[in-house]
């Protein structure tokens, strides 16, 4: 038992991290309505937020037959069968989920651990039909894996997971496209008239969503009061309407902001519903685990059946409330909460320019299809509709705070969320909290237009990165976890130890890649922040501007060393840096906008000048990858180097290109531009060089002296490095003018 004992402790580990790990993932579920609309100071929702976790913790009616009895029949598992099980499901738990909150990717805790006790299930199934290890049944037959595995109850949440996806989309969608039509985005002479009526609705139907999804089974409310509410939902509902709207229409008589009030109400009903229902998915197993250590511990016997876990759960106060406080505390303290979160509220905003996303096949298939569509409601639809239409959906800016979008929006997204989740609970349909709040979230930014022709097809992308993400957990949980369970019954003790100190070390090193990406985002915001007039703007490009051509020339000078000594590793890495500088340069070129946003009203001046810079810079570290790419690819694929005359030609261009950029350097590092001209002497004399070489290349093709590949490879470099010096000529004019605007 000493061994369980220790397995036990572990679990509680693994526990206390997939709380950490599982608040960072599902914190956008109760949070991002709210940080989305900025309905409210940060601490406030963080301690409205904090508030429902605990007492949906403390009422949790726990815990916990999905992790149990849902998905597995524990009396055909033997103690310590189910003991690794668990372990094997909390160890891939706690992994999949700190992976994706390190990506800042939203998934399913529901998900991964359905599908993880699924797979460890059907593993040690496995093992015990090939060990000759199963359970006789009372009618004296041995047990199958079908009488092993709970498969309807199984194929249920995955059903009812995967309708949700689309019921919740569409749901948002609709809500959100008549919704803005009665309020349009000037909404505040609305909320004089019907604006009570409306928050007394949202707050009806989060009402009836915390009571029936989040205190429903707990002691908080009688189980005679419940069945009684049950009975009588429309008359419960009808009182709660016209209580709420009476409230509402008093507070906004009083000069309250009663949208707020909604928007804060139910981020308190989503954050309780979460603590108390999505619980299992965090510590579920390790309770379980607890339970079966408790029934075995009296007699000892390790081969018993686990037929226990069958009965009905008694919670713990101690650990809901303790669990409770760690949800609390991560909350407030995770940073990769954030990251997640980010990530949404950056789908769903209402502006562009923020999308970190890139552009697939299927997104830009979906994107002309709905132009297509919408060519059509402009044929048939009368003009008068669509003016009144379209002015509906005109977003009014917001330069006071600059919420991603506005309080419509984030009532539209809790109400909708409650009430999906309330009536599939009702109805008891399982349902995933992440799905239904990050889908609803999106149909609304669809129907509310933040989806324009500028950012439709990066936000699809990011909603179908997303969706995969979820999907990729199921298949990546159900396999990791049954190749750890199969793992943990053939390696024992040997296993556990050495599956515990990998788990501990993936999560360290997770943790130290995304503080350090935090860092670096830390520190270009920081950056940005700092720009604030034209001269600082200035200044920060002539330090970039140089530092990125030190980089141009070394990677240049490398990449036709490695190309001269063959040396593989050496154009690997050029290849490397080379694509990581176009990438600052591309992203630079991206970010002209809102820098030119921030100059003052004499930016005519220089924007032009600025927006040359990054054009030019994005063009010189373009041609650089065309260089090193072809480069590597050419040595790394064995292919015959140069001949002699050859490699003379390049090294007497590399010379040439050394020394230009040696004055262009020092030109942008002094900001002295006296030599000017000297360079576009110097520039043309290579050009005379380039010219010569691909003319002594052309003979050598004649003469059949120089193999294709070659040949092509020296043509590339020959025009590559033409435009990257041309263009860096062009770079360092540019900047001229720039610096001398300051």
């Given at each position: 038992?000493?061994?369980?004992?220790?397995?036990?402790?572990?679990?509680?580990?693994?526990?206390?991290?997939?709380?950490?790990?599982?608040?960072?993932?599902?914190?956008?579920?109760?949070?991002?309505s709210?940080?989305?609309?900025?309905?409210?100071?940060?601490y406030?929702?963080?301690?409205?937020?904090?508030?429902g976790?605990?007492?949906?913790?403390i009422?949790?009616?726990?815990?916990?037959e999905v992790?149990?009895?849902?998905?597995?029949?524990?009396?055909?598992f033997?103690?310590?069968?189910?003991m690794?099980?668990?372990?094997?499901?909390?160890?891939?738990?706690?992994?999949?989920?700190?992976?994706?909150?390190?990506?800042?990717?939203?998934?399913?805790?529901?998900?991964?651990l359905?599908?993880?006790?699924?797979?460890?299930?059907?593993?040690?199934?496995?093992?015990?039909?090939?060990?000759?290890?199963?359970v006789?049944?009372p009618?004296?037959?041995?047990?199958?894996?079908?009488?092993?595995?709970?498969?309807?109850?199984?194929?249920?949440?995955?059903?009812?997971?995967?309708?949700?996806v689309?019921?919740?989309?569409?749901?948002?969608?609709?809500?959100?496209?008549?919704?803005?039509?009665?309020?349009?985005?000037?909404?505040?002479?609305?909320l004089?008239?019907?604006?009570?009526?409306?928050?007394g609705?949202?707050?009806?139907?989060?009402?009836?969503?915390?009571?029936?999804?989040?205190?429903?089974?707990?002691?908080?409310?009688?189980?005679d009061?419940?069945?009684?509410?049950?009975?009588?939902?429309?008359?419960?509902?009808?009182?709660?309407?016209?209580g709420?709207?009476?409230?509402?229409?008093?507070?906004?008589?009083?000069?309250?902001?009663?949208?707020?009030?909604?928007v804060?109400?139910?981020?308190?009903?989503?954050?309780?519903?979460?603590?108390?229902?999505d619980?299992?998915?965090?510590?579920?197993?390790?309770?379980?685990?607890?339970?079966?250590?408790?029934?075995?511990r009296?007699?000892?016997d390790?081969?018993?059946?686990?037929?226990?876990?069958?009965?009905?759960?008694?919670?713990?106060?101690?650990?809901?409330?303790?669990?409770?406080?760690?949800?609390?505390?991560?909350?407030?303290?995770?940073?990769?909460?954030?990251?997640?979160?980010?990530?949404?509220?950056?789908?769903?905003?209402?502006?562009?320019?923020?999308?970190?996303?890139?552009?697939?096949?299927?997104?830009?298939?979906?994107v002309?299809?709905?132009?297509?569509?919408?060519?059509?409601y402009e044929?048939y639809?009368?003009e008068?509709?669509?003016?009144?239409?379209?002015?509906?959906?005109?977003?009014?800016?917001n330069?006071?705070?600059?919420?991603?979008?506005?309080?419509?929006r984030?009532?539209?997204?809790l109400?909708?969320?409650?009430?999906?989740?309330?009536?599939?609970?009702?109805?008891?349909l399982?349902?995933?909290?992440?799905?239904?709040?990050?889908?609803?979230?999106?149909g609304?930014?669809?129907?509310?237009?933040?989806?324009?022709?500028?950012?439709?097809?990066y936000?699809?992308?990011?909603?179908?990165?997303?969706?995969?993400?979820?999907?990729?957990?199921?298949?990546?949980?159900?396999?990791?976890?049954?190749?750890v369970?199969?793992?943990?019954?053939?390696?024992?003790?040997?296993a556990v130890?050495?599956?515990?100190?990998?788990?501990?070390?993936?999560?360290?090193r997770?943790?130290?890649?995304?503080?350090?990406?935090?860092?670096?985002?830390?520190?270009?915001?920081?950056e940005?922040k700092?720009?604030?007039?034209?001269?600082?703007?200035?200044?920060?490009?002539?330090?970039?501007?140089?530092?990125?051509?030190n980089?141009?020339?070394?990677?240049?000078?490398?990449?036709?060393?490695g190309?001269?000594?063959?040396?593989?590793?050496?154009?690997?890495?050029?290849?490397r840096?080379?694509?990581?500088?176009?990438?600052?340069?591309?992203?630079?070129?991206h970010?002209?906008?809102?820098?030119?946003?921030?100059?003052?009203?004499?930016?005519?001046?220089?924007?032009h000048?600025?927006?040359?810079?990054?054009?030019?810079?994005?063009?010189?570290?373009?041609?650089?990858?065309?260089?090193t790419?072809?480069?590597?690819?050419?040595?790394?694929?064995?292919?015959?180097?140069?001949?002699?005359?050859?490699?003379?030609?390049?090294?007497?261009v590399?010379?040439?290109?050394?020394?230009?950029y040696?004055?262009?350097?020092?030109?942008?590092?002094?900001?002295?531009?006296?030599?000017?001209?000297?360079?576009?002497?110097?520039?043309?004399?290579?050009?005379?060089?380039?010219?010569?070489?691909?003319k002594?290349?052309i003979?050598r093709?004649?003469?059949?002296?120089?193999?294709?590949?070659?040949?092509?490879?020296y043509?590339t470099?020959?025009?590559?490095?033409?435009?990257?010096?041309?263009?860096?000529r062009?770079?360092?004019?540019?900047?001229?003018?720039?610096?001398?605007?300051?």
């Amino acid at each position: 038992m000493d061994l369980y004992l220790i397995i036990v402790i572990i679990m509680l580990a693994l526990a206390v991290s997939g709380l950490v790990v599982g608040v960072a993932n599902d914190a956008v579920n109760f949070l991002n309505s709210a940080l989305g609309s900025k309905a409210a100071p940060r601490y406030v929702i963080m301690t409205v937020a904090s508030v429902g976790i605990i007492v949906g913790a403390i009422t949790s009616n726990g815990m916990m037959e999905v992790a149990r009895s849902g998905v597995f029949h524990p009396e055909m598992f033997t103690f310590a069968e189910v003991m690794l099980l668990f372990l094997a499901v909390m160890f891939t738990n706690v992994i999949l989920l700190d992976i994706f909150n390190t990506l800042g990717m939203p998934t399913s805790t529901t998900v991964s651990l359905v599908f993880g006790l699924l797979g460890a299930a059907v593993g040690i199934s496995i093992f015990k039909i090939a060990n000759d290890a199963l359970v006789t049944l009372p009618d004296g037959s041995l047990a199958t894996m079908a009488d092993m595995i709970n498969t309807g109850n199984a194929m249920a949440i995955i059903g009812g997971i995967l309708i949700s996806v689309v019921i919740a989309f569409v749901c948002g969608t609709v809500v959100m496209y008549i919704t803005r039509l009665i309020f349009s985005f000037r909404y505040q002479s609305k909320l004089k008239s019907y604006g009570a009526v409306w928050c007394g609705i949202a707050l009806t139907a989060i009402s009836y969503f915390a009571v029936f999804k989040g205190l429903k089974g707990t002691q908080v409310i009688p189980a005679d009061w419940m069945s009684w509410m049950e009975g009588h939902i429309p008359m419960m509902l009808g009182g709660l309407l016209v209580g709420w709207s009476l409230i509402m229409s008093i507070l906004s008589m009083l000069k309250v902001n009663i949208l707020r009030i909604t928007v804060l109400a139910g981020t308190f009903s989503l954050a309780l519903a979460f603590a108390g229902n999505d619980l299992v998915n965090f510590i579920g197993v390790f309770v379980a685990g607890v339970d079966a250590y408790d029934i075995v511990r009296t007699t000892g016997d390790t081969n018993m059946l686990m037929g226990g876990l069958n009965d009905p759960v008694v919670a713990n106060l101690l650990i809901l409330f303790l669990s409770g406080a760690v949800m609390v505390v991560t909350l407030w303290f995770s940073k990769k909460a954030q990251s997640v979160s980010d990530t949404e509220i950056n789908l769903a905003r209402q502006d562009v320019g923020v999308e970190r996303f890139g552009s697939t096949s299927a997104s830009r298939a979906i994107v002309r299809a709905t132009i297509n569509c919408n060519k059509n409601y402009e044929k048939y639809t009368p003009e008068r509709i669509q003016r009144f239409i379209a002015s509906r959906f005109v977003p009014v800016a917001n330069a006071k705070d600059k919420a991603p979008f506005d309080l419509i929006r984030a009532t539209v997204n809790l109400t909708v969320a409650s009430l999906l989740i309330s009536m599939a609970t009702s109805l008891q349909l399982p349902l995933s909290t992440t799905y239904v709040t990050f889908m609803v979230a999106m149909g609304s930014s669809l129907s509310d237009r933040a989806w324009g022709r500028e950012s439709a097809v990066y936000r699809i992308t990011g909603v179908l990165t997303v969706i995969a993400g979820w999907f990729f957990t199921a298949l990546v949980a159900f396999t990791v976890s049954f190749a750890v369970a199969v793992l943990l019954m053939w390696g024992g003790v040997f296993a556990v130890a050495g599956l515990s100190v990998l788990c501990c070390y993936l999560m360290i090193r997770s943790t130290k890649a995304h503080n350090r990406k935090l860092k670096r985002e830390a520190e270009k915001q920081a950056e940005h922040k700092a720009v604030t007039d034209e001269s600082s703007i200035v200044d920060r490009s002539v330090r970039e501007i140089t530092e990125m051509m030190n980089k141009v020339t070394t990677i240049y000078n490398q990449t036709l060393i490695g190309l001269f000594n063959e040396d593989r590793k050496l154009l690997k890495n050029m290849v490397r840096e080379s694509e990581a500088l176009y990438q600052v340069a591309h992203e630079r070129k991206h970010e002209v906008l809102p820098t030119l946003l921030e100059l003052q009203e004499n930016y005519v001046e220089t924007g032009h000048y600025y927006v040359q810079i990054a054009d030019y810079l994005d063009e010189v570290a373009k041609a650089l990858v065309h260089i090193t790419r072809p480069s590597f690819d050419h040595i790394n694929n064995n292919h015959e180097g140069f001949r002699v005359d050859q490699l003379e030609d390049l090294k007497r261009v590399n010379n040439q290109v050394s020394r230009i950029y040696l004055h262009i350097n020092e030109m942008l590092r002094t900001s002295h531009f006296e030599e000017l001209d000297e360079i576009l002497r110097m520039r043309d004399e290579l050009f005379d060089t380039l010219a010569a070489a691909i003319k002594s290349q052309i003979k050598r093709v004649k003469a059949k002296a120089s193999t294709t590949r070659s040949s092509i490879l020296y043509l590339t470099i020959i025009n590559e490095t033409k435009t990257m010096v041309l263009q860096s000529r062009n770079l360092l004019k540019a900047q001229k003018y720039f610096v001398m605007k300051k």
